[in-house]
């Protein structure tokens, strides 16, 4: 059953294009990886589908659990079970761990959450979510915060990048969990070993999806840096 | 009911302890307008209270090599709505000894109502000392609160305060604290406070690192809501060799508020470092955004935010 889809999204900046056409759907429970090089628009179709300010699609259309969300604000897409976890996520000043992963629901055990992300609870649930923190820490924060939210689509938005190599086996945990409580998953990396975990993946290249399906064969087509669909002329980034 | 117990009772409301005034090894000294109501002491710190015209005339003492293990309570109000309450203070920490002040300063029906402090701390070398004001003003705003400060850090001692003003009307503040840090001194100044209506700030902080090696903080965070208005003005001088001070200011600003940040940061000897930061502005919007997408309204998300910043 298809959670997320976009129907020929296309989105402009001061009359440039930044996203072209772009369709693609997910699934329940499906965990999908975006792949691109940079400034490709996988963010930006992040911030497209979180309703960040600033980002509604120039024409087409977002359904979610079939509902047209196009005009719908941050919170309310929240509400109806959509959340992110920004590749650079802010600091907080004032805010311990504890209470950053109880903002939505007092009853949830942070803790537990903290170790699903490879963090000591009794190390971290005092700190505070500000600059004390390294951004591989509070990254690992973030996802946990997201994962303490029970969310029906999570975006997340390079969860791998500024976290060690050796943890990558953490962000492979994170992402079974989400699938575990049959939650679709948004997933955008450059990280080959964390695209095979995904059921399907999609390759963006000048704003739209050239290559979608199994991810070894997408992660595949990513490596060669070469796109068969522009054949070079209109990929300018490839 | 007597003014001690008008005065405590308002000071539970506020959300503070009154066993405290129990408990004899805690020093305490409570004063309502221009009436002594209540004073103890514990040994090694020695208070002399007196009643002026205009308020309150206090001299402290924590004798050399003292440390007062539990922190000493100076609770000021005023419970009528009109008045004037001056607060003069003398304190003086001896070599090597340590205490922790918390002020609590308790106006919960201020109409017309004056608290002035004027505060003289000599903090001596290797000794340490606390000291934390926190103000519940009712929800009138017709109070004016000036308190001032001149502070001199010997060797190797170290001072810090904590300003807190977040519950209720500020009504008219004016804050005027100076620090001199000597050689391997410590010092930092913290000021919270949160503006509605048409409450006006004003906070100057000034620290002069006149010591070789010594370090200076002055760190503020004012919101400010509906017509409120600060000016923020942090002082850092390095005078000395290996001084090292800095200047952190951030206000947030809502509705018709106006916010105004002056770092000033002068340095006399080629090898001192000051450096400063102030941001003003709206709520952030990255953070705003992160809350929301966290299933908070954008109402939440300010209170998160404002009430973080403020703690």
């Known amino acids: ?238 | 009911m007597s003014d001690l117990d008008a005065l405590m009772k308002a000071f539970g409301e506020a959300g503070g302890d009154k066993a405290i005034l129990e408990n004899n090894e805690i020093a305490h000294l409570v004063a309502s307008g221009h009436k002594l109501l209540s004073m103890k002491s514990v040994g090694g710190l020695e208070v002399d209270a007196k009643e002026t015209l205009t308020g309150i005339s206090v001299r402290v003492t924590v004798k050399e090599v003292v440390r007062i293990k539990n922190p000493a309570h100076l609770c000021f109000g005023v419970l009528h709505n009109k008045g004037t309450q001056r607060i003069k203070m003398d304190v003086k920490l001896e070599k090597d000894s340590s205490a922790h002040f918390i002020a609590h300063c308790i106006f919960p029906k201020a109409e017309k109502i004056r608290h002035i402090m004027d505060a003289v701390v000599e903090v001596g070398e290797g000794a340490e000392m606390r000291y934390s004001e926190t103000h519940f003003h009712g929800l009138y705003g017709g109070i004016e609160v000036v308190p001032k400060s001149v502070v001199t850090v010997a060797r190797n001692g170290r001072y810090f305060t904590d300003f807190t003003l977040t519950t209720g009307r500020v009504g008219k503040l004016d804050i005027d604290y100076s620090v001199e840090a000597g050689e391997n001194a410590v010092t930092e100044l913290t000021a919270r406070v949160f503006g509605h209506a048409n409450d006006a700030i004003k906070i100057k902080e000034k620290v002069v690192l006149a010591g070789e090696n010594s370090r200076g903080l002055i760190k503020t965070r004012v919101a400010l809501e509906d017509e409120a208005e600060a000016e923020v003005t942090g002082i850092t001088e390095g005078n000395a060799a290996g001084a090292r001070g800095h200047v952190d200011c951030m206000e947030i600003v809502k509705d018709n508020a106006v916010a105004k940040a002056i770092p000033i940061v002068n340095v006399t000897n080629p090898l001192a470092k000051v450096t400063h930061e102030a941001a003003i502005g709206s709520v952030d919007k990255r953070q705003m955004e992160t809350l929301m997408a966290h299933g908070l309204t954008p109402e939440e998300a300010v209170d998160v935010i404002v009430k973080g910043i403020l703690k």
């Open chain 1, 1 to 238: 059953m298809t959670l997320l889809e976009l129907k020929d999204i296309s989105y402009k900046v001061t009359g440039k294009e930044i996203l072209s056409g772009l369709s693609l759907s997910i699934g329940t429970g499906e965990v999908h990886a975006l792949l691109g090089t940079n400034g490709t628009g996988k963010s930006t179709l992040a911030y497209l589908v979180m309703g960040c300010e600033g980002y509604r699609p120039s024409s087409g259309e977002i359904m979610f659990a079939g509902e047209l969300i196009n005009s719908l604000k941050i919170h309310e897409r929240a509400k109806l079970g959509i959340t992110m976890a920004w590749q650079e996520p802010v600091r907080f000043e004032g805010i311990a761990v504890r209470d950053y992963l109880v903002l939505k629901d007092k009853n949830i055990d942070p803790a537990h959450y903290l170790e699903m992300v490879g963090l000591h609870s009794e190390l971290y649930l005092h700190r505070m979510v500000d600059k004390s923190l390294s951004g591989g820490e509070r990254k690992r924060i973030e996802l946990a915060s997201i994962l303490a939210l029970s969310p029906k689509l999570a975006i997340l938005d390079e969860p791998d990048s500024g976290i060690d190599m050796l943890s990558t086996q953490d962000i492979v945990n994170v992402i079974s969990a989400f699938k575990n409580n049959s939650a679709s998953v948004l997933l955008i990396t450059h990280r080959e070993e964390i695209v095979l975990i995904a059921d399907k993946a999609s390759q963006i290249c000048n704003g739209r999806v050239v290559c979608s399906g199994d991810p070894e064969k997408v992660a595949e087509y990513y490596k060669a840096r070469k796109c068969l669909v522009c054949d070079g002329e209109v990929c300018a980034y490839v």
